[in-house]
Each structure stands twice: as C-alpha cells, then as structure tokens.
C-alpha cells in the first residue's frame, strides 16, 4: 500500500507537532509544510525532512490528505479549498470561527466525498474513554478546565480554546438537543473572556455545568459525570477515571438510612463503600493522542469510514459554544438595561472572586497571538 500524502498547512505550536506525528509514520507521506511565514515553515520542514511551501496550491495532485492547524480565522477558507479539491482534511479545532462557515465544510466534504475530521483530542484520552463506556444516559455532568494564561490562541477566548474540549465531550455523551444555554464570562487580559462558565440543559433532562478559565493558577482538566447507575470521574491531565457503580439495593432504593440501628450505622460508617458504593480507579499510561488522532485520520481515510471526531461532530460542538458566546455576552452583571454587560464588564468590590479569577492589574496589553 502506498503512503498516504499528507500536507501540513501551518507552522505553529500545533503544525510543528502534526508535522513531528506525520514524519514519524511509515505509511504517511509528508510532502510539506506549509506556512506564508517562511522563516517558520523553514524551520519545521527543516527538522522534518520535507519541503517548505508558502501555499498549498502547487501541491494539488501530489497529496491526497492536509492537517489544517492555522489560526481559527482561516480554517473555513483554507480546508474549503482542500476539501472542493478532493483532500481529505483533519482541521485543528475549533472547526471554524463560525457555525455558518462549519456547515459549508460539512456540506462539500459530504459532495466530494472525503473525510473532514475535526482534532479534538481529548477524545482520545484512554481515561474518558474508560469513564464514558461505564455510562449510559448522563444525567448529571460537571466539567472544570482551568490553566495560566498560555500567550497563545489569544485570537479567540476561553469558550473556542479550552471550553469547546468538554462541549465536544459532552455532546459525544449525551446525545441529545441542547434545549437551554445559560453563561457568563469575564475579560481579564484583553478582548475576550479568559473566565466562562456555562450550563447547557438537555432535551434527554441532562443538565451540564461547564466551566473554564486560562488566567488560573492552577491546572485542572476534570469532569465528573452522573447516570442513573453509575458515576464517574477523569482527570485528564493524570490520565485516571474512577467508577463508582450504586447496589443493586440502593438502586432499587430499598437502603433505608433513617431505619439504621445504632449498630448498623457504625458499621455503614466503615463499610458503606464496600457493601454498596464499591468503585474502581484506573490509572492509564502516557498516551500521544496527538499521534493516535493522526492514526485515526489515516484509518479513516484508508477503509473508508467515519472518523472518532467528524465534521459534524466539530461543527455541533461549535454550535454550541456559539450559544454560550451569545449567552456572555448578553450577560447582565446587576439586571439593569443601562448596566454593565457581556465579559468585558468588571465585577463590583461586593463579588468576591473564584480562585482563578485573576483580577489584578496588569502593566501592558500584551499583543494578542492566534490560535492554531
């Protein structure tokens, strides 16, 4: 079988790792990075044995696959092109800036035919995928993802950046519309909210409280989920998921706390999670999911078949952060028509802050760098 050809069209962060994954494959190809900025492109294809393009359009005819990992900007007007071509396309995420200009990929790759797969890689972190098999039907979903400020991916805000990894999660879940958004979000270091916190009621009665910030000082990548017989947790920076599955006797609430006697009680104190919330905790190996979404893409373009995380899958998870987006900024910060509104409003002197609410001055507007 022949290599499949695969073109890398962007030379940050994000392209400089696609291009490491490709070269590595002994069934891809990669015939070159593509950037406008030579110096960058140089430099990737430099130290991944390939060619330096400043555009993709000579390049037609020579591959059969492109990863798009530009700015968010320029991902409809780049994978469109690819896509009208015939190429079959993994774009970084967010899909698109808009869900508009989702829904066109999503059209055109269906007419010509190709796979458009959309890189949310959590999806391939062993631990969700663990935690999730356990689940059927969530009622209940609580996500946190917070970091410090990354300087990086400063062309969109916390909601496309960080937030969209557990819309896309959620939404793999629960399978079902999304009946209500509710939001608000807070500016920090410039145009965009870097604090969001979001919950999304379901038409299956699925409630999921999302929230996300990039100016924490801490890291934490966690959700916790609910069903009606069994709960589970991921952190997905330690790669662990905890199962917790209820009795057979809880389930059927048959478990009377109030008819305990005093010896029973003591006993339950010490042995409640072994008789009846018995739960199990993995702890998984270091996964390259960069490489496994890679060798996903590959798969998908080789049977044919539909990729772990499609284009409409991407563009769903879009549509989604486009309503919290509108959610925050219609926010009313005090339920007056003249008051402050949306993420760029301070709170008063009488909120007091969450943990991660970094709200100290800051000497500088920093220059905003873009995602991709």
């Known amino acids: 079988m022949k290599p499949l050809r695969i073109a890398i069209v962007g030379a940050g962060r994000l392209g400089r790792f696609h291009a490491q994954k490709a070269a590595a494959r002994d069934d891809v190809e990669l015939v070159a990075v593509v950037d406008p900025d030579q110096q960058a492109r140089d430099r990737v294809a430099t130290e991944c044995n390939t060619e330096s393009r400043a555009d993709y359009f000579s390049l037609f005819g020579r591959i059969d696959a492109a990863v798009v990992a530009a700015p968010t900007k320029l991902h409809h007007r780049l994978a469109l ?11 970084e995420k967010p899909i698109c800036a808009t869900r508009a200009e989702a829904d066109e ?10 796979v458009l797969q959309v890189g949310h890689v959590e999806r391939f972190n062993p631990a969700f995928s663990s935690g999730a098999a356990h689940l059927a039907r969530p009622k209940y979903i609580e996500s ?15 909601v496309l950046d960080v937030m969209i990894h557990d819309i896309d999660l959620v939404l793999s879940m629960v399978r079902s519309r999304v009946r209500k958004v509710e939001a608000l979000g807070l500016s920090v270091l410039g145009g965009h909210e870097d604090v969001a916190n979001a919950r999304l009621t379901f038409d299956s009665g699925c409630v999921a409280n ?7 000082y801490e890291t934490i990548r966690r959700m916790h989920v609910w069903s009606q017989r069994a709960f589970a947790s991921v952190d997905f920076a330690e790669r662990t998921a905890t199962t917790l599955k209820p009795s057979e006797t809880l389930l059927r609430r048959e478990f009377d706390v109030d008819a305990l006697s005093p ?10 999670d072994v008789e009846h919330l018995p739960r199990h905790t993995q702890q998984f190996e270091p996964v390259d999911a960069l490489a496994a979404e890679l060798q996903d893409f590959v798969d998908a373009v080789r049977t044919p078949r539909v990729p772990r995380v499609s284009g409409v ?8 952060a486009e309503q919290i987006l509108g959610r925050i900024h219609s926010h009313s910060w005090d339920n007056t028509t003249e008051g402050p509104v ?3 409003a301070v709170p008063g002197r009488g909120v007091i802050p969450a943990p991660h609410f970094d709200l100290s001055p800051t000497p500088a507007i920093l220059p905003r760098k873009e995602a991709g």
Not at 105 to 114: F, T
Not at 144 to 158: E, I, K, M, Y
Not at 263 to 272: D, G, P
């Open 210 to 216: 999302l929230s996300a910030s990039r100016v924490s």
């Open 313 to 320: 899958a991407g563009r769903d998870a879009l549509a989604v």
């Open 263 to 272: 010896e029973q009680v003591e006993h339950y104190k010490e042995h409640l």
């Open 81 to 91: 092109e690819l896509l009208r071509r015939k190429v079959h396309v993994l774009v």
């Open 144 to 158: 946190v993802r917070t970091s410090p400020f990354p300087f990086r991916s400063t062309d969109v805000g916390v």
């Open 342 to 344: 949306g993420p760029m």
């Open 105 to 114: 990929l999503v059209d055109v790759a269906g007419d010509a035919n190709v």
